[in-house]
């Protein structure tokens, strides 16, 4: 007998997009909310040549990769608000 969980794919969140501008990234998460996709929010540490400290990098899990683009893109062209999509596995570092 095989547990119901063995066909269940983890850890593949991806980068969906960075955003620089706190009042995009509210709008963003409540539009996300509202059609219940799972995000989290990475803020990335600041480097020497980029010290920029209101940037952070929504993630998605790649199912609802499309989804979620889709939305983004018709609220940030609406919005006038820009946003660089990376479209990358996210670098999970829990262990």
Do not use: H
Not at 32 to 59: A, E, G, Q, V
Not at 60 to 65: F, G, L, Q, Y
Request: net charge positive.
């Amino acid at each position: 007998m095989q547990p119901l969980y063995t066909n269940v794919q983890v850890n593949n969140e991806i980068e969906l997009c960075e955003v620089n501008d706190p009042d995009c990234k509210n709008m963003i998460e409540r539009a996300l909310l509202k059609r219940r996709i799972s995000y989290y929010i990475r803020w990335p540490k600041p480097t020497f040549f980029n010290r920029k400290k209101d940037i952070c990098i929504i993630c998605v899990n790649d199912s609802a990769r499309e989804e979620a683009e889709d939305m983004i893109r018709a609220l940030c062209d609406e919005s006038g608000y820009s946003v660089k999509f990376l479209l990358k596995k996210a670098q999970n570092n829990f262990l």
